[in-house]
């Protein structure tokens, strides 16, 4: 076994040593007997400092960054839960035998608007007869629906408060794969939740219904999301709204690390109508989709309504569409997605392949022929 003088007490040498050794040093090493007391508890608290970083197999920079991005976390959260609120919900429900009965249920929001707007899920006030909204400093307010849509499962609540803290929204547009995802919101109750994970996918689309659009453009993320999170918030490390919580993906009801979030581009477009008119337009083109087997990215147009944007334009049967406002389209999915983030009366450039060339047209978007919610 080493003497002391062979070992050089800088920490870093202590590393090079390996554990075993440092363990029989502090079992069996005598001082130098000239060393004063002062350099003997120095030389003790090098040891004992260089035996906690060996056992625990963590370095000092290491604990530092950790210390910083715990800090980080933690500081977002108390960004966003001003923002966040419980939704407390009664709906009039028929049993089987055609009784009427109150059931309650609850839900999350996000502020809007510093004058009582908030955004939550459809399908969480969707029904509702009665609404509570609990804010973050536990001060209860009633609200009413002032519009839903089940195609986005977007809606707008509004409560009589003023002075609120809104929530900053970021388009997911600027959202990456792998970033710190932060989600906030009441799971089974617990107001003001906070879990964290990170963005496992985007661009998802979700379909359930013939009857309904389907979700598109969803942020996918491992963060926690249970019952009474819809209607929340998924926030990145600068505490901005990416997306509206809304479902989880489950075999047990419970979170499975599958979660989705409606992007804000979404939620954002959707709440703006409703504040304006109190009500939902979705934009329309006026196009039956195909499956497209050629080697051209895009979305093949299988024909056009009469009398509707497309048409007008002169895109054709046959055509496919690359490009949308700018943004590349490659799935039905894509399409969607962006012309969900417009509004009827929009004027957007719209590239196609037709016959070995790429054409540009000005499609001037109408209000879709379904009822508008």
Known sequence: MRSWEEIKLDGSEHYKSGQTEVIDLLRHIKPHPSLSVVEIKALADNIKYAYRQ?????????????AEFDSAVSSVAEKIKPSVVNIKVKVMQEDFFGNTRTGEGVG???IYSSNGYIITNNHVVGNASDLVVTLNDGMEYPAKII???ANTDIAVIKIEAKDLIPAEFVSVDDVKVGELAIAVGSPFGLQQ????GVVSAIGRGLSFSAEALPLVDLIQTD????????????????????????????TSGSS???GFAIPSDIAVNIAN?????????????????????????????????????????GIKAGDIITEFDGKAI??????????????????VKVRVYRKSSYIDFDVTLAASPQKAS
């Open 54 to 66: 060996l056992t625990s197999g963590i370095k000092q920079s290491d604990l530092e960054i950790l």
């Open 223 to 250: 963060a926690s999301i249970n019952p009474g999170n819809s209607g929340g918030a998924l926030v990145n490390s600068a505490g901005q709204v990416m997306g509206i919580n809304t479902i989880i993906y489950s």
């Open 147 to 149: 519009a839903s849509d």
């Open 256 to 258: 499975a690390g599958i």
């Open 193 to 196: 939740t906070v879990t964290q």
């Open 108 to 110: 999350s929001g996000v």
């Open 330 to 347: 490659e799935t039905t999915f894509n399409l969607l997605a962006q012309i969900i983030r417009h509004n009827a009366g929009d004027t």
């Open 273 to 313: 109508q409703i504040i304006k008119t109190g009500k939902v337009q979705i934009a329309f083109m006026g196009i039956e989709m195909g499956k497209n087997n050629t080697n051209i990215k895009g979305v093949l147009i299988n024909s056009t309504v009469p009398g509707y944007p497309a048409e007008k334009a």
